[in-house]
């Protein structure tokens, strides 16, 4: 008998225990493991079940033998936690792309040909220069459409050639899209036509947001199971948005007020989930 879930946006598919299985793999979780939790999601499916329902399932099955494994396995809505703001993301972003070789600015104001723009993340080395324009979104439902990618190739064309730094690489011919979530399908079709660049948790297929973060190697300091909300919304008051962060300062744990018993074992499942 098949089960129908309920995706965030609303829409239903059928359950595909591989889809499961797939994603506790990449977090690193054992076959042991794997067919455990699969066994105990399945005798609670029911008809219309949410997937974030699921998720929560999963993650806390995980989170019980092994914190490292269920910070792993929740990256996607750890990103949801870089907010409200967006701020947190666009220094996310800045620090992802420091990871791969750039040098990045984040919310540079640059003067177009006809308008004035704030660019969320500026990145260059030096054979290679781009900008973005980031799209934070809250909710896994949430979706960037063709209206963003048409204002944002808009964008592009007014500053088409303007240099984000002295160097001759600097000038200004690509600007990529970027959003925590997903694009629809119409966004991703103009953006082929016109040669707009975008980047989300699944696109482009084999180097998209999640493949870039995991290859890199960097997590939110919002993935760490050990820390409280209160203890998230402090650190990235304080510019603190990388997991690695907190193992080079370690004092800021005790200066947002956490716990000398707590900041050990904080430490611990960054060290293990950072694997340093």
Known sequence: MSIYV??????????????????????????????????????????????????????ELLRASDSPLAARYSLRRALFGLGP?????????????????????????????????????????????????????????????????????????????????RQDVCGIKNLILVTNTKFTSAAENYAKCVGLSLLSWNYPKGNNLQDRIEKAGIFPITALATLSQRDKVELLRNGIVLCREILKKPHILNNIGVSSKKIDTVLSEARQLCKQ
């Open 85 to 165: 703001t967006g701020f947190p993301f666009e220094d996310f972003l800045a620090k992802l792309f420091q990871t791969e070789g750039y040098t990045t600015r984040t919310r540079v104001e640059l003067k177009g040909k006809c308008a004035t723009h704030e660019l969320d993340v500026a990145a260059y080395n030096e054979t290679d220069s781009f900008v973005v324009e980031a799209k934070f979104h809250s909710s896994p439902g949430v979706k960037s459409d063709l209206q963003v990618a048409l204002y944002t190739y808009a964008r592009l064309l007014d500053l088409k050639d303007q240099k984000i730094c």
């Open 6 to 59: 309920t995706k965030a946006d609303g829409s239903g598919e059928r359950f595909e225990v591989n889809k499961l299985k797939r994603s506790l793999r990449r977090a690193g979780a054992s076959n042991q493991e794997i067919n455990s939790i699969i066994l105990e999601v399945q005798s609670s499916l029911f008809n219309g079940i949410t997937t974030q329902a699921i998720y929560r399932k999963a993650f």
